[in-house]
């Protein structure tokens, strides 16, 4: 179980990135007190814990009832978490943040952000959808499925303290060290969604074989 909950908590977190929501939130809640940052924190936090809990309760119905195989939906899973993968390590998600973020500051009051754009799509946003799907539909019986949902728990706890902390993080670290940091689990994120991928093509091609003979 302990090796599930590092896994499940490994990708929960890559895909989340605390790391990168940090320096973000902390320029949409410029001008705002520690108390309304503090505040919108906790509750961006707990619409993407409700949002994501849905799908990891939910997610393999939901499959069922569009008729989706689950294998197909490792595959296009992996493929999706590669490209969050590969926007990482090439900045570009960042890029792509930083200019919804400006967007959104742009009125000159201190707007609640919690909803839009912290909670969705920053944080429960398609790559965390699917990850969370893929990691319950791999889980076999309540006890894997209450240990993905308890790094799931961790992950959105250490991002809400990630967002609180914002300020004081981007000056303590700087801009550099987030870039590097970001880099290192696009890396990681890669591997993984890569072997989704390897294991949804195995299960297709199991599945294949099994009904031609």
């Not at 410029?30 to 309304?36: D, E, H, N, R, V």
């Not at 939901?62 to 999706?80: N, Q, W």
Request: one cysteine or more; glycine letters at 8%; a negative charge.
């Amino acid at each position: 179980m302990t090796q599930l909950f590092i896994s499940a908590f490994i990708t929960l977190f890559v895909v989340i990135d605390p790391p990168g929501c940090a320096p973000i939130y902390a320029g949409l809640t410029k001008g705002a007190t520690p108390a309304q940052r503090r505040n919108m924190a906790i509750r961006a936090s707990m619409i993407a814990a409700a949002i994501l809990l849905v799908f990891a309760l939910f997610g393999e119905e939901l499959l069922g009832a569009l008729h989706i195989e689950l294998d197909s939906f490792r595959i296009a899973g992996g493929l999706m978490l590669f490209w969050i993968a590969f926007e990482m390590v090439f900045e570009k998600r960042t890029q792509r943040r930083e200019k919804r973020a400006e967007e959104v500051a742009a009125t000159p009051e201190v707007e609640d952000v919690s909803v839009f754009p912290m909670a969705i799509p920053m944080l429960a946003g398609p790559g965390a959808i699917a990850a969370i799907m893929l990691l319950m539909n791999e889980a076999r019986g309540l006890e894997e499925d209450l240990t993905v949902l308890a790094a799931l728990a961790a992950a959105l706890i250490l991002t809400m303290l990630a967002l609180i902390a914002a300020g004081p993080i981007m000056r303590l670290f700087g801009d550099k060290v987030e870039a590097a940091i970001t880099r290192v689990l696009g890396v990681l994120l890669a591997a993984l969604a890569a072997q989704y991928v390897i294991d949804g093509l195995k299960g297709s091609f199991f599945a294949a074989g099994a009904i031609a003979a």
